[in-house]
């Protein structure tokens, strides 16, 4: 089955004169990065870490399918170049989930580069959601208008989920300078 699995754990140097450099360190985003004082701890972080990003890998893959339902549905009634919009938007997603699985086990960097691609399929499916809202919203369809905007919500959640996360992990070291 295709999961992520990061693994990247920066030991300790004990030699070096930043303190935040004698602790375990595991780096997820650009301006993210969370220190542990044991490896036992780190690689808790980084399992439940794994968990949180499949769960929210299969959240997307769920809405991304019911938004190819929807645009599937709604095709007949866009023009080319709102489809040539929708098609660029479907091959960002299509790429993006490839890429999450592909790159956080080959590359060194993968822990940042999973979180980046995350952020990038939440954006391509809220970019697919709203040009189906607007669609849905000119032809006067409120019903299915209603049901996008249940995914645009869900999408709005998991982001918010994303960004945050890790913040209130437990044996994180805060304010490590």
């Known amino acids: ?23 375990y360190n595991v780096f997820l985003n650009f ?13 808790r972080f980084i399992a439940e870490t794994n968990r949180f ?5 299969h959240e997307y893959n769920y809405i991304y399918a019911q938004l ?3 645009y599937r549905n709604l095709w007949f009634y866009v023009d080319d170049r709102f489809t040539n919009v929708m098609q660029l938007n479907i091959t960002n ?10 790159k956080c086990k080959y590359y060194e960097n993968g822990n940042p580069l999973t979180f980046q691609y995350l952020i990038n399929i939440n954006n391509s ?7 189906l809202r607007n669609v849905n919203f ?10 996008i905007d249940i995914f645009i ?20 070291i805060l304010d490590v300078k």
């Open 1 to 23: 089955m295709k999961r992520i699995k990061i693994e990247r754990i920066t030991q300790p140097d004990k030699t070096s004169v930043y303190t935040r450099n004698h602790y």
């Open 93 to 102: 997603v299509e790429r993006s989930f490839n890429m999450v699985i592909n």
């Open 125 to 131: 499916l809220r970019d697919i959601a709203l040009s």
């Open 31 to 43: 301006g993210k990065t969370f220190y542990f004082k044991n490896e036992v701890k780190a690689k």
């Open 68 to 70: 190819l339902i929807e």
């Open 53 to 57: 990003y499949n769960s929210t890998l």
């Open 153 to 172: 919500n869900q999408l709005s959640g998991a982001y918010k989920k994303l960004d945050s996360w890790g913040n209130n992990f437990d044996g994180i």
């Open 138 to 147: 000119e032809k006067d369809y409120y019903h299915d208008l209603q049901r």
